[in-house]
Nanobody, 119 residues
Framework: QVQLVESGGGLVQAGGSLRLSCAASGSISSINGMGWYRQAPGKQRELVALITSGGRTTLADSVKGRFTISRDNAKNTVFLQMNSLKPEDTSEYYC?????????????WGKGTLVTVSS
């Protein structure tokens, strides 16, 4: 069993910063891609950022220049540094990972962490 647990969400004023963390635990052989998605009330879940095991990153156009994704492979952890936050960044943020466990590659989701940006 593999679990992803997010942390670091909260309430911040517009222009502020937050750093999200997501730690994967359980029977893990290795992790391929890791990423962050977000879902605001009444909207579809959308991709925020992805990072490969080799460190190559992809960012949504809406967060380029403001957000940075990184990972610590030794700790099976992915981070999302969010700067210059805007009210429209308010969402539940979910961690996602492709994990090799017992010879199988499976996709896992965390339960989410809420980010609220006040104007």
């Amino acid at each position: 069993q593999v679990q992803l647990v997010e942390s670091g969400g909260g309430l911040v004023q517009a222009g502020g910063s937050l750093r999200l963390s997501c730690a994967a635990s359980g029977s893990i052989s290795s992790i391929n891609g890791m990423g962050w998605y977000r879902q605001a009330p009444g909207k579809q879940r959308e991709l925020v950022a992805l990072i490969t095991s080799g460190g190559r990153t992809t960012l949504a156009d809406s967060v380029k220049g403001r957000f940075t994704i990184s990972r610590d492979n030794a700790k099976n952890t992915v981070f999302l540094q969010m700067n210059s936050l805007k009210p429209e960044d308010t969402s539940e943020y979910y961690c996602n990972a492709d994990v090799w466990s017992f010879g199988r590659l499976m996709n896992y989701w965390g339960k989410g962490t809420l980010v609220t940006v006040s104007s």
